[in-house]
């Protein structure tokens, strides 16, 4: 794999239309590369040095699966599938996260993500679920809770060794950052964030703890993709119309990530302006190229997230569709 580079040569991935009249073009990058680390696709700078941002959270939640902990802090399927996501706050969701912090005897108080504005609780932070997660590996291990967001803390040092391993980077070459929830976040080459997201869909070859480990993140995702992100958004339905075939998990400012089961596929899109719709759309892009959706599953995901632009009071002023070699 190249070493990372600043964001150059990035290729168009999505124009959009005002009417008649070309109105946008977003430029970024792609990548897939299957789980022995083999390139199977790539469109602008592979090597795109990237925040993971929520696209690590199958991967933060690692420790709590790899760990012999007793029984009482083990996760639920269900709650080991919040962790991985980003929620959008429904009632399900609120009442996983809270039965996350019952088990890691913790409060909302506790989380270290914030509220969002007008919220009074940081529970209902989209963040929240990782959070407890995390929360309830420091409870299990005996480790303090306060503190856990600190890079140094015993949990943060963990997560970063268990991602440099998976995507064999040494840790003087990646930026450690931090998140919009301030959990630290590693940047790595995009080409590397793939490469998670194929570990991710076919775990071969690894060491058994963390094989099994990601085995019981991406089969907790397949199994409750409401959980992963919530009603009618890009995660859960990739997940619901492929029939788990394909995880999705998006982050913040314009990175869409992809796990193909069957072909242990992992993809990684990078959208230069921070538009996550974009990249959610350039990611189904390289899925229909690479012919890993069919076509009845990529026509009923482009009607909803390739669909016709409308305004405030639901006219079609406009399209959005896949540019260059995505077309």
């Known amino acids: 794999m190249a070493t990372a580079t600043p964001a150059v040569n990035a290729k168009p991935l999505v124009l959009s239309y005002r009417g008649p009249v070309l109105e946008n073009v977003f430029f970024g990058h792609a990548v897939a590369y299957d789980a022995h680390g083999r390139r199977l696709f790539s469109l602008g700078n592979s090597a795109r040095l990237t925040p993971v941002r929520s696209c690590l959270k199958p991967f933060q939640a ?5 760990d012999e902990v007793p029984a009482h802090f083990r996760p639920e399927e ?41 919220k009074g609780s940081r529970i209902y932070h989209n ?11 420091c409870a299990a291990r005996g480790f303090p809770k306060q503190g856990y967001l600190d890079p140094q803390h015993p949990l943060q ?34 080409e590397k964030i793939a490469w998670l997201y194929a570990q991710l869909a076919k775990p071969t070859g690894l060491p058994g703890a963390l094989a099994a480990g990601l085995t019981k993140a991406a089969a907790a995702m397949r199994a409750h993709p409401v959980l ?48 996550i719709p974009m990249a959610q759309a350039a990611a189904l892009g390289v899925l229909k190229r690479l012919s890993l959706l069919s076509a009845a599953h990529y026509e009923t995901l482009a009607a909803e997230f390739l669909a016709p632009r409308r305004n405030s009071i639901g006219q079609d002023v406009g399209r959005v569709q896949l540019a260059g070699e995505l077309a």
Do not use: Y
């Open 127 to 137: 963040c929240s679920g990782k959070h407890s997660g995390m929360l309830l590996w």
């Open 228 to 275: 992963v992100s919530g009603t009618g958004l890009f995660d859960t339905r990739v997940n619901q119309v492929t029939g788990g075939q394909v995880i999705a998990k998006c982050g913040a400012d314009g990175l869409a990530c992809l796990a193909h089961r069957d072909s242990g596929t992992g993809i990684a899109v990078k959208s230069e302006a921070p538009d």
């Open 62 to 66: 690692l420790p709590i699966l790899m």
């Open 157 to 190: 040092e963990r997560i970063l060794s268990e991602v440099l391993k998976l995507s064999r980077s040494v840790r003087p070459e990646v930026p450690v950052l931090v998140d919009g929830c301030g959990a630290p976040v590693p940047a790595l080459p995009l």
């Open 78 to 118: 269900r709650e080991l599938a919040i962790m991985c996501g980003s929620h959008a706050a429904e009632a399900e969701h609120l009442a996983t996260v809270r039965a996350i912090l019952s088990r890691a005897g913790a409060g909302e108080g506790e989380l270290g993500c914030g509220a969002p504005p007008g």
